[in-house]
């Protein structure tokens, strides 16, 4: 009694104190690795954020004529809702939500996203299916321990939009992560600074426009930076969220992914709010795992949309029709990320023992040079690299498999085994990634893979109509970008 007495004195100083600031908040795309599909069967997957983040700024607004405005400039829609209206919407007993499961919120209040769609529907009648939005409204009204108050929100991304590379687990992430602040302004975390030349050159990235769906958008292509990571005054100060923060963004995230896809597994959600390399699984949740240091990847986007909730439900069909044949590929699947997770464990080991960054060092991006990423380091021990070699070679292997695997359950598409033949010409090896049935695939970079073999993929790629770049994997999850 007396701790939600405190509570409500906490909610009502922060409501106060919390005026008239702006929140921005991001998160990253990912890249599942291995096991999409059947993660969603149970089965053990691999994922892996990636350097393309989606943006949520809220800024309040006057309190009068008291709108809720959204914006959506990669969807090219906004909508203004009356905060009066939406208050009506608001369930009552809000205040004791923190005290009960996810599980039994959802319960208690997926009638509200009915209720939502039908309130959109009337004063929006041609948007009936963006489902973004009743998410939105979904946390705004069942997160919230306080008034709706009047503002302003705008969401934008860099990740290409319905093609696997977690769009909408990114906009769970984000909208539950601001969401977040604001109902909690006073919960600091860790501040960082993120030194933008740092960035850059962990993530020898530059800038280049995309079209995505007909969406143009800023998509990181690879290049080499040899400058020495150092720190520079051009910094920015970013606040991680704490780790009991992350956990309720992660769930709230989640039923944001649930109204969005229907049946999400959760991964995505996962590796968006934590970041960096995780292991997921359904019954036992995420597990952080640290990536081998010489793990690289290049992108490639088949330029073909498709629908996750579609595809998910084409192989929910194929699961009912064929039980026994489909158990078997969900079964390899699991073999595979299992397989794969050692696989990296070791990589991860002898990274270690290895000479850093050699690959950088070689040149690795300076497009003339043909020489392999490991010929420069003369003091490496050979029995080192041979295991090396013999632990990609087995990654590779498991992507050829599982693409095969993916493929016999009806979730690739021709251009996908385009660029697998494409890649195999130069001795890569790539997957679908995500849903399949188009969106995004990835291939494996080696050690022993020469700049010049890189070089004709991304080029061939290019000519092909697929855009190509090298990513940048790991790295932080959701974030507070103007923290103070
Ligand atoms: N930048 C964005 N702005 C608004 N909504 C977004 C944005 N990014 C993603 N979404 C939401 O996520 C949906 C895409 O989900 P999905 O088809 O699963 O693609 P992905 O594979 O990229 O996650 C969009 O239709 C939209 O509702
Ligand atoms: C197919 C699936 O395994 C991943 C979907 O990823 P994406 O929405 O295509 O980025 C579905 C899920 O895990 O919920």
Same mark, same amino acid.
């Given at each position: 009694m007396e701790c939600l007495m405190i509570d409500q004195l906490e909610s009502e100083l922060e409501h106060i104190t919390m005026a008239a600031k702006e929140i921005v908040v991001s998160s990253p795309g990912k890249v599942i690795l291995h096991g999409e599909h059947s993660v969603v069967y149970g089965k053990l997957a691999l994922a892996v954020c990636i350097n393309l983040r989606t943006k949520v700024q809220i800024r309040p607004l006057p309190a009068q004529p008291g709108n809720l405005k959204l914006h959506f400039p990669d969807l090219k829609s906004s909508y203004t809702f009356s905060v009066d209206a939406l208050t009506a919407l608001k369930? *009552?007993? =809000? *205040? +004791?939500? +923190?005290?009960?499961?996810f599980s039994e919120i959802w319960l208690a209040h997926s009638h509200l996203v009915a209720q939502l769609k039908t309130f959109v529907t009337s004063l929006y009648?041609? +948007? =009936?299916?963006?489902q973004g939005i009743i998410a939105f409204l979904f946390l705004l009204l069942v997160q919230s321990r306080k008034p709706i108050d009047p503002m302003e929100v705008t969401v934008t991304s860099e990740i290409p939009i #319905?093609?696997?590379?977690g769009s909408s687990a990114a906009y769970s992430v984000a909208i539950a992560g601001a969401l977040h602040r604001l109902n909690y302004p006073h919960r600091k975390g860790s501040l960082t600074r993120n030194s933008l030349l740092d960035q850059e050159n962990n993530n020898h990235a530059g800038l280049k426009t995309l079209q995505t769906n007909g969406v143009k958008k800023q998509k990181l292509e690879a290049r080499i930076s040899l400058r020495p990571n150092v720190s520079t005054p051009n910094t920015s100060l970013v606040e991680n969220f704490s780790s009991t923060a992350q956990e309720e963004i992660c769930q709230w995230a989640f039923l944001a992914e649930k109204i969005l896809h229907?049946?999400?597994?959760g991964i995505d959600n996962s590796v968006c709010t934590f970041g960096g390399l995780l292991s997921y699984q359904s019954s036992s949740g995420k597990t952080p795992l640290k990536a081998p240091d010489n793990l690289r990847i290049l992108l490639i986007n088949t330029r073909v949309s498709r629908n996750t909730k579609a595809l998910v439900e084409r192989v929910r069909s194929k699961v009912y029709e064929f039980p026994k044949v489909t158990n078997c590929i969900l079964e390899a699947m699991d073999k595979v990320s299992h397989h794969c997770l050692d696989t990296l464990t070791q990589l991860r080991k002898l990274s270690q023992v290895l000479v850093p960054l050699r690959g950088l060092e070689s #040149?690795?991006?300076? @497009?003339t040079s043909g020489s392999s990423?490991?010929?420069?380091? @003369?003091?490496?021990?050979p029995n080192n690299d041979d295991e090396q070699e013999q632990l990609f070679r087995k990654l590779e292997v498991l992507i050829d498999t599982n693409q095969g695997l993916l493929s016999a359950l009806g979730v690739s598409h021709p251009t996908l085994d385009r660029i697998q033949a494409i890649a195999g010409k130069q001795n890569l090896h790539a997957k679908l990634t995500g849903?399949? #049935?188009?969106g995004f695939a990835f291939a494996l970079i080696t050690p022993s893979h020469t700049p010049k073999q890189v070089k004709i993929v991304r080029e061939e790629m290019e000519s092909n109509g697929f855009d190509c770049w090298e990513t940048v994997i790991g790295g932080a999850g959701v974030q507070i970008h103007n923290a103070d």
């Amino acid at each position: 009694m007396e701790c939600l007495m405190i509570d409500q004195l906490e909610s009502e100083l922060e409501h106060i104190t919390m005026a008239a600031k702006e929140i921005v908040v991001s998160s990253p795309g990912k890249v599942i690795l291995h096991g999409e599909h059947s993660v969603v069967y149970g089965k053990l997957a691999l994922a892996v954020c990636i350097n393309l983040r989606t943006k949520v700024q809220i800024r309040p607004l006057p309190a009068q004529p008291g709108n809720l405005k959204l914006h959506f400039p990669d969807l090219k829609s906004s909508y203004t809702f009356s905060v009066d209206a939406l208050t009506a919407l608001k369930p *009552q007993e =809000s *205040q +004791r939500f +923190r005290h009960t499961t996810f599980s039994e919120i959802w319960l208690a209040h997926s009638h509200l996203v009915a209720q939502l769609k039908t309130f959109v529907t009337s004063l929006y009648p041609h +948007r =009936s299916d963006d489902q973004g939005i009743i998410a939105f409204l979904f946390l705004l009204l069942v997160q919230s321990r306080k008034p709706i108050d009047p503002m302003e929100v705008t969401v934008t991304s860099e990740i290409p939009i #319905g093609a696997g590379l977690g769009s909408s687990a990114a906009y769970s992430v984000a909208i539950a992560g601001a969401l977040h602040r604001l109902n909690y302004p006073h919960r600091k975390g860790s501040l960082t600074r993120n030194s933008l030349l740092d960035q850059e050159n962990n993530n020898h990235a530059g800038l280049k426009t995309l079209q995505t769906n007909g969406v143009k958008k800023q998509k990181l292509e690879a290049r080499i930076s040899l400058r020495p990571n150092v720190s520079t005054p051009n910094t920015s100060l970013v606040e991680n969220f704490s780790s009991t923060a992350q956990e309720e963004i992660c769930q709230w995230a989640f039923l944001a992914e649930k109204i969005l896809h229907g049946n999400p597994s959760g991964i995505d959600n996962s590796v968006c709010t934590f970041g960096g390399l995780l292991s997921y699984q359904s019954s036992s949740g995420k597990t952080p795992l640290k990536a081998p240091d010489n793990l690289r990847i290049l992108l490639i986007n088949t330029r073909v949309s498709r629908n996750t909730k579609a595809l998910v439900e084409r192989v929910r069909s194929k699961v009912y029709e064929f039980p026994k044949v489909t158990n078997c590929i969900l079964e390899a699947m699991d073999k595979v990320s299992h397989h794969c997770l050692d696989t990296l464990t070791q990589l991860r080991k002898l990274s270690q023992v290895l000479v850093p960054l050699r690959g950088l060092e070689s #040149g690795y991006g300076s @497009e003339t040079s043909g020489s392999s990423c490991n010929e420069s380091s @003369e003091d490496s021990d050979p029995n080192n690299d041979d295991e090396q070699e013999q632990l990609f070679r087995k990654l590779e292997v498991l992507i050829d498999t599982n693409q095969g695997l993916l493929s016999a359950l009806g979730v690739s598409h021709p251009t996908l085994d385009r660029i697998q033949a494409i890649a195999g010409k130069q001795n890569l090896h790539a997957k679908l990634t995500g849903a399949g #049935g188009g969106g995004f695939a990835f291939a494996l970079i080696t050690p022993s893979h020469t700049p010049k073999q890189v070089k004709i993929v991304r080029e061939e790629m290019e000519s092909n109509g697929f855009d190509c770049w090298e990513t940048v994997i790991g790295g932080a999850g959701v974030q507070i970008h103007n923290a103070d």
